[in-house]
């Protein structure tokens, strides 16, 4: 039924499909990999972005504390 140049390209074509899945793979575990990396920066990003409101309010707080010693 099939030609041995038929099997030779069938092969041929077999493997170019399992060869761009694996190649497909890699690169979406990659991806996973900068994505759970990007995560965690942002995480880090908001939780130095709260620390610095926390010191601003700090910050405010002593000024005004200041002042109201200065006036006295």
């Known amino acids: 039924m ?6 030779v390209w069938l092969l ?3 493997a170019a499909l399992f060869i ?3 190649m497909m793979s ?7 990999r900068d ?7 942002l995480t880090t ?3 130095i972005e ?3 409101a926390v010191i601003e309010v700090e910050i405010k ?3 005004s504390e200041i002042e109201e010693l200065g006036k006295l």
């Open 2 to 7: 099939f030609s041995v140049k038929d099997t």
């Open 45 to 47: 990003f908001m939780k």
């Open 61 to 63: 707080n002593i000024n």
């Open 35 to 41: 994505m759970d990396r990007m995560e965690t920066a």
């Open 12 to 14: 041929g074509v077999a």
């Open 20 to 22: 761009s899945w694996g």
């Open 50 to 52: 709260s620390r610095i």
């Open 26 to 32: 890699q690169r979406v575990t990659a991806m996973e």
